[in-house]
């Protein structure tokens, strides 16, 4: 076993997007712009409503997926095609972006907590104007596998490989492209967590609650944990804690992005921004 050493721990950075949003950029921000295949991970976690109620209105995207993954609150999506939906409590929207779409993200409430994620994953150049689509699952539909310890692990994408040499849990959505890992880790203190990704994959932590050891490292709340070359993520609970695992393989092909599209030349950014003028998502 090769555990994965820790190349860079990032603070989340405060911000807001959309209409006043309040949310942590865990990547996607000046210390840690991306991560191939990754592109940006917000976390949003409001209890008051005055800071999420203006919501993401209308705007697009083009050339790669956004991840929605709520753990309290509700969030409509309406888009230019006629699709609308909620993500409702513990529930994932998956959908790629494509070749572009037009798309609008609300709460789904007027108080209370609103509480989750939004995880950007490039596309390759193949598929940058592939059709647009969605895969969605509320939380019922995602399992959840239990480990020695208390140590629960929801699959959202990808498949486990438990260390009992089990058959291991796989997630409602395949990997994508890039053959993506997301799971949602509850470790109690004390516990450890470990879980081969494979060495063909970029791997990252998300450490949401708790504090954390990776390595030699002690992680807090609110910080990116950004891994190196191995084969296993081990990470040890100091504290009660929670953690994504975000693992894909690396795209490796130029990105060009700006603001709602990411493409793979200047040229086809370029064209993204007046496709959208025209009218022609």
């Given at each position: 076993m090769s555990v994965r050493p820790v190349l860079k721990i990032v603070k989340g950075l405060p911000a807001s997007d959309g209409a006043g949003v309040r949310l942590t950029r865990m990547l996607g921000t000046p210390e840690a712009q991306m991560f191939d295949p990754f592109l940006m991970?917000?976390?949003?976690?409001?209890?008051?409503?005055?800071?999420?109620?203006?919501?993401?209105p209308d705007?697009?995207?083009r050339g790669f997926e956004t991840v929605t993954y709520m753990l309290e609150g509700r969030m409509r999506h309406k888009d230019n095609t006629g699709r609308e939906g909620v993500i409702g409590p513990g529930g994932i929207q998956w959908m790629r972006a494509g070749k572009g779409i037009v798309h609008s993200e609300m709460p789904e409430q007027a108080e209370g907590?609103?509480?989750?994620?939004?995880l950007w994953v490039n596309l390759p150049a193949e598929l940058k104007m592939s059709a647009p689509g969605y895969q969605e699952f509320e939380a019922d539909s995602i399992p959840v596998e239990a480990r020695d310890g208390g140590v629960s692990v929801k699959v959202i994408s990808g498949?486990?490989?438990?260390?009992?040499g089990g058959a291991g849990t796989a997630g409602p959505i395949g990997g994508g492209a890039?053959?993506?890992l997301y799971f949602d880790v509850v470790l109690p203190a004390g516990?450890?967590?470990?879980?081969?990704?494979?060495?063909?994959?970029?791997?990252?932590?998300?450490?949401?609650?708790g504090q954390v050891r990776v390595a030699h490292d002690t992680v807090g709340a609110l910080s990116g944990v950004f891994l190196g070359r191995g084969d296993t993520v081990r990470v040890e609970a100091v504290t009660d804690s929670r953690v994504l695992l975000l693992a894909g393989r690396p795209i490796?092909?130029?990105?060009?992005?700006?603001?709602?599209?990411?493409?793979?030349?200047?040229?086809?950014?370029?064209?993204a921004f007046d496709d959208f003028q025209r009218g022609r998502f």
């Open positions: 991970l917000d976390c949003f976690d409001n209890d008051q409503a005055s800071d999420y109620m203006g919501g993401f705007h697009p995207h907590r609103m509480r989750g994620f939004q498949a486990t490989s438990p260390p009992d890039v053959d993506a516990t450890v967590f470990e879980e081969p990704v494979g060495d063909d994959r970029n791997a990252m932590l998300a450490v949401y609650e490796g092909e130029p990105v060009f992005w700006h603001g709602p599209f990411v493409m793979d030349t200047r040229e086809g950014l370029m064209q």
